[in-house]
């Protein structure tokens, strides 16, 4: 599964054990994206903290929290979590394949919302190029109804994103889906 030494659902014990519990309640598995954090027990339990805290948040939505993940993870050569969150889009959030093509092939061509194309493509400039970001883009995002605590978990999002695509490619996490 990876190059770590990690606790599976069968041999998973306490606290990695209740968290393994509650993912398969949600998602029916625990994913070896799950799994892989096992070898520390803290950051599962960050990880499974920042799923619930986004899962249940209430801006940002499904969709374009697994776009900005799916584009984020390409940028970054992370085919983990380029397919699991293609498979997320297709499976969980109604987008056909054509769909999920087009936008990895250009993400304005996402069939996203224009508020919620808006913040993706915002997360997209924040991470490639922050130092480009100026107050204009922070006032059009406000203009159509974005929060400035919206803004912050949608790129605090794209660049934790970031983190773990390093850790995924790093530890050579294998696909599971």
Request: with cysteine.
């Amino acid at each position: 599964m990876t190059l770590l030494t990690t606790q599976t659902p069968e041999t998973a014990t306490g606290a990695v054990a209740e968290t393994y519990k509650a993912v398969a309640g949600l998602f029916g598995r625990v994913p070896n994206a799950v799994q892989f954090y096992s070898s520390s027990p803290a950051l599962l339990a960050q990880q499974w903290d920042s799923i619930r805290y986004y899962r249940n948040h209430p801006a940002l939505s499904a969709a374009l929290l697994a776009s900005i993940r799916m584009l984020v993870s390409k940028s970054n050569d992370c085919e983990y979590c380029v397919g699991f969150n293609e498979a997320l889009l297709i499976h969980m959030c109604g987008q056909t394949p054509d769909e999920v093509a087009a936008t990895k092939a250009d993400p304005k061509a996402t069939p996203l919302a224009e508020k919620d194309r808006a913040m993706l493509l915002f997360v997209l400039k924040a991470m490639a190029t922050p130092h480009a970001v100026g107050k204009p883009d922070l006032d059009h995002l406000r203009g159509l109804g974005w929060t400035d605590g919206d803004m912050l978990d949608a790129v605090a999002h794209g660049a934790r994103n970031t983190a773990v695509d390093i850790l995924f490619n790093t530890f050579k996490i294998e696909r599971d889906f």
